[in-house]
């Protein structure tokens, strides 16, 4: 096998901007955080429109999701980031302007759209450039900008807020604060496009479509490989049929799909189902629930964003050294216990006019409590998903996959963000607990079925689940 040199801060560089896509992706899946008491007294929305209309952005991203792997295929994947990142812009302008809750969803959605690609074509993108003993390292940079976004988002609702007195506070030209909180947007999406543009392609993508000059440049001056020809040759023999590639492709005797296939849906619907984005979306609701104000609510919302970017650092620095399977197990763990003290408060919570008040010593349970969870999957969870779904498909059929496996993550993050409020109805200790057990089953999930793809080649991955009795 060809031997690559020690990483080289080129690499690490088109990894981080390739990255910004995630930050885009944090920041819409979030902004509406701030934004979505605003939205329900603007647009006088129900607890089941308000919840539509805070994840119809997720149904964009399933579809977004869906289609990416075959236009990146086809056409590259830096013009799929080009695209997302006009996406997100046009989102971003919209949104701030939206005159009624449907053009308000119209919007979103184009977000969602944008959102989906990034999160297919950014992990594929940078574990394709990657060599193998850093690729867990740089491929964790995805879901530290998706942190890093969430964080921006709710700082920068923070300050709007803080500034016009409110969310629905009247800043410059007239509008609420709100409206300035999705426009914000615009910049970091105008810079991910510009960004995009001087980012070399996959050289897996170059050598599919017969570019071996172009892609042994690549290999050379960005991932640091000795053996050019050596690894192109190793290229070309895994996509030896991946000129035809299609969904057709996935297909298998599993229910249908490559058993690795429905790993890798799995995984992604697991990293939903323990109810990450609840907190990340609701969280500022949910704080007001427990007797902090608006202003004080979104403080707490920002002081977890921070900490979840802290752990994610910690993942990336542990990723190549432990291992998926071993980190994922841990989080499992982590998280189910969090989840089961989360739901635990909340059975002592009294409803009021308003919502629910939780009394101390519970309150502070509950705080504490739902930044350990946050922990958990931060670093867990959150990073290593990613990485997974960058990694773990053969060549042939990885942009398919992590199509397939992206989309099915969108419907589930749609499907967690839409029920929450109807969740929260019955009780919050009921939504909780209903996560707490999805946390329980996702340990006895990766221990039977996730195989450890630490320092393999991604020439070397299979179709087959193969699961190492130890790690």
């Known amino acids: 096998m060809a031997q690559s040199s020690p990483i080289r801060s080129h690499v690490t560089g088109i990894a981080v901007a390739a990255a910004l896509g995630g930050f885009l992706f944090g920041f819409d899946t979030s902004v509406i955080n701030g934004a979505v008491d605003a939205l329900a007294d603007q647009f006088s929305l129900g607890a089941g429109l308000q919840g539509f209309a805070v994840s119809s952005a997720l ?6 999701a869906w289609f990416a792997g075959s236009i990146a295929n086809r056409f590259g994947r830096i013009p799929v980031m080009v695209v ?14 939206a005159f009624g809750v449907v ?48 964080f921006a988002a709710l700082l920068s609702n923070a300050v709007f807020a803080a500034i016009g007195g409110g969310a629905t506070g009247i800043l410059w030209f007239g509008l609420p ?42 290999l050379h001056d960005y991932t640091g490989e000795i053996d050019v020809q050596g690894r192109i040759s190793q290229i070309k023999q895994s996509l030896r049929s991946a000129e035809k590639e299609s969904l057709r492709d996935i297909l298998g005797h599993s229910l249908g799909l490559k058993p690795i296939v429905w790993v890798g849906i799995l995984l992604s619907v697991f990293q939903q189902f323990v109810g990450i984005n609840v907190i990340f979306y609701y969280s500022t609701t949910l704080w007001q629930s427990v007797g902090f104000d608006e202003s004080s609510a979104m403080t707490t919302s920002v002081i977890s964003s921070i900490t979840n970017i802290v752990v994610t650092i910690v993942a990336i620095l542990l990723v190549d050294r432990v291992g998926r399977r ?19 408060s909340f059975s002592f919570s009294t409803s009021t006019g308003d919502g629910v008040t939780l009394p101390q010593p519970w309150s502070l349970i509950a705080l504490v409590f739902a930044n350990l969870f946050i922990v ?11 990485v997974l779904l960058g990694e773990m498909f053969p060549n042939r059929i990885r942009a398919s996959a992590l199509a397939v496996a992206a989309a099915a993550q969108w419907i589930a993050n749609f499907a967690v963000s839409t029920t929450f409020p109807w969740l929260s109805d019955i009780g919050l200790s009921f939504a909780y607990g209903i996560y707490a057990a999805m946390s329980l089953l996702s340990f006895f999930f990766v221990l039977w079925r996730v195989p450890e793809t630490k320092g393999v080649e991604l020439e070397d991955m299979t179709e087959n689940v193969r699961i190492p009795r130890k790690g």
Do not use: C, K
């Open 59 to 64: 149904l964009g991203g399933a579809v977004g």
């Open 84 to 97: 997302a990142a006009i996406l997100f812009l046009v989102s971003a302008i919209g949104s701030g302007l």
């Open 103 to 150: 053009d308000l969803i119209v919007w979103r959605v184009i977000g969602g759209l944008g959102v989906g690609a990034a999160s297919v074509i950014a992990p594929a993108y940078i574990a394709e450039v990657s060599p193998a003993n850093v690729r867990g390292r740089l491929g964790s940079m995805q879901q530290l900008a998706i942190v890093l976004g969430i």
């Open 177 to 218: 604060a709100w409206r300035w909180m999705f426009m914000a947007e615009a910049v970091p999406a105008l810079v991910y496009g510009l960004i995009s543009l001087r980012l070399p392609e996959s050289p897996r993508y170059l050598v599919l479509h017969d570019d071996e000059v172009t892609a042994a440049r690549v």
């Open 326 to 344: 071993r980190m994922l197990l841990t989080g499992s763990v982590v998280m189910a216990v969090s989840l089961g003290m989360m739901a635990l």
């Open 376 to 386: 958990g999957f931060g670093a867990t969870w959150g990073p290593l998903v990613w």
